[in-house]
């Protein structure tokens, strides 16, 4: 697993010459219907396990929580069950919206 800043998130996902990630909000669904990065892909921490066979092991993924401790959860054991492609998002949603989109919503 490798670690990812917002700023770096924003400079890749503006990369027109990058695949672009997938991004895996864990969060809970209050959580995500609050604030979410466009085109977030929704799967509650407690339902990795039973969902991640609809993930593809080798796509680029970052893993998004609210201050990135879920989301290094969600990532670790999802590199214990073969995903090598992993990325944790330093300080989750809230580091976003604090660094790249200060309008998003804040909790």
């Not at 990058?18 to 959580?31: A, G, S």
Request: hydrophobic share 35%; proline share 7%.
């Amino acid at each position: 697993m490798r670690y990812l800043t917002p700023s770096q998130l924003s400079e890749w996902l503006g990369d027109g010459s990058r695949t672009k990630p997938l991004l895996l909000d864990v969060r809970e669904p209050w959580e995500f219907q609050l604030c979410h990065l466009e085109g977030s892909v929704h799967v509650p921490m407690a339902a990795i396990p039973l969902r991640k066979d609809e993930l593809d092991p080798a796509q680029e993924t970052v893993v998004i929580c609210h201050h990135g401790a879920r989301s290094f959860q969600a990532a670790s054991y999802l590199e214990r069950n073969g995903f090598d492609n992993l990325y944790n998002l330093e300080s989750g949603i809230d580091g976003w919206a604090r660094t790249v989109d200060p309008a998003m919503a804040k909790y």
